[in-house]
């Protein structure tokens, strides 16, 4: 399984619809990159009690909420900081025909901000996250900044 941001379709064209002078709609990001911790404490875990923050359960449950996302083409990466590798808990990797992928790094910022500098088309991708510094860095590479809040409400599951 390969890190994502280099592979995919090119931009859509304008809709049959649209008046000749108005400007293309812009592509909706084919990846979406999670910070999965940000994303719990925003608003999964709000008001929750967290004494299991790091447990596997609780990152499975961010897993299964995001695989209710919206948009049934979207892939979608959730990366867990992991300053223990090897002696952290970790959930499984979903099956197939899930489209959320799981990743684990010392640092998730870091994890997400390297996938838009090597990202071709960084204009596909979505980060997911409420980190000011990575918002400002993603956006200066031409990526999306979703706030969780707004992935979130796009997510059928029940948090």
């Given at each position: 399984m390969s890190p994502p941001g280099t592979?995919?379709?090119?931009?859509?064209?304008?809709?049959?619809?649209?008046?000749?002078?108005?400007p293309a709609p812009e592509p909706s990001p084919r990846i979406w990159l999670v910070d999965g911790y940000n994303v719990l404490h925003a608003g999964v875990l709000r008001g929750r009690d967290r004494r299991e923050w790091w447990s596997a359960a609780v990152q499975q449950r961010l897993v299964d909420v995001a695989e209710s996302f919206d948009d049934a083409r979207a892939e979608?990466?959730?990366?867990?900081?992991?300053?223990?590798p090897?002696?952290?808990e970790r959930c499984r990797e979903p099956e197939p025909p899930c489209r959320?992928?799981?990743?684990?790094?010392p640092s998730a910022d870091d994890w997400l901000v390297k996938r838009v500098r090597r990202a071709e088309r960084p204009a596909e991708l979505a980060v997911v996250t409420g980190d000011r510094q990575v918002q400002g860095r993603s956006r200066h590479r031409g990526a999306h900044v979703v706030s969780p809040l707004a992935f979130l409400a796009r997510c059928t599951r029940e948090r």
């Open positions: 592979e995919g379709a090119g931009p859509s064209g304008p809709s049959s619809d649209a008046p000749p002078d108005a979608i990466w959730v990366v867990f900081d992991d300053a223990r090897g002696r952290s959320v992928r799981i990743a684990y790094a």
